[in-house]
């Protein structure tokens, strides 16, 4: 089954725990956490003093996004919160082979994300060393942007090659998901969805999130 990682930069900040207790105790698989630091992307978001409070009341595992110059520095900032995943992005990485490396030391599990333009064989010589490969399906910064169709087709090689390489890596897909398309992602090979405006903005935020787990 499609598992779900609401993105809470589409949560209430000013109820932010009784939004991620909801989330999870709505059945979402993970809690989706995106790191933004005004370089990487024209946007800032949360450092460790609210993502560990996050930690702190969420029952379910936590996905950190990281969108920012200075990876390493990050790595190491959040991995004490021990969350699930960090994923960071293979355009801001002279060395990701060294970082995926570090963050497996660190015991957790390493994902590398893509920007909409970079192809899936940008990490063919890195899927083996992977836990999981975040497609952008918009260009990272921002909630409640437009789905970008062409992550449909890219999924669709990055599932082959995952095949071939390593059938454990999981594919998972940020920005614009919806009931729309959830579908279109299932049947390209997507294992885990972000969906961030779809769940807090539906009336019906359990709802929306087992719509989602196809
Ligand atoms: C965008 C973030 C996404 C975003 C998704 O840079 O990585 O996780 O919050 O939000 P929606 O689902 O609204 O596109
Ligand atoms: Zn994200």
């Known amino acids: 089954m499609m598992k779900v990682a609401p993105s809470i930069l589409s949560a209430d900040f000013g109820n932010l725990q009784r ?79 060294r970082l995926i490396q570090k963050i497996r030391s660190l015991g957790i599990k390493p994902a590398i994300v893509l920007n909409p333009h970079t192809p899936p064989e940008a990490i063919e010589y890195l899927l083996q060393d992977l836990d999981m490969v975040l497609l952008m399906s918009v260009n990272p910064g921002f909630g409640g942007q437009i789905f970008i169709d062409s992550v449909i087709k890219k999924a669709s090689c990055l599932n082959e090659m995952r095949n071939r390489l390593n059938p454990d890596c999981l594919i998972e897909v940020d920005g614009g998901v919806n009931d729309q398309n959830i579908q279109l992602l299932k049947d390209a090979g997507v294992d885990v969805v972000v969906a961030g405006s779809y769940v807090f903005k539906h009336e019906n935020r359990k709802t929306a999130i087992e719509s989602l787990q196809i």
Do not use: R, W
């Not at 059945?27 to 024209?42: Q, S």
């Not at 993502?51 to 969420?58: D, I, K, R």
């Open 19 to 97: 939004d991620i207790e909801e989330i999870c105790q709505s059945g979402c698989d993970l809690v989706h956490v995106d790191v933004m630091d005004g370089h990487f992307v024209p946007n800032l978001t949360i450092g460790p003093v609210v993502v560990s409070a996050v930690a702190a009341c969420a029952t379910k595992p936590l996905d950190i996004h990281l969108m920012v110059e200075n990876n390493t520095f990050f790595v190491e900032l959040f991995a004490p919160l021990k969350p699930e995943y960090i994923s960071f992005h293979i355009e801001e990485e002279k060395h990701p082979h």
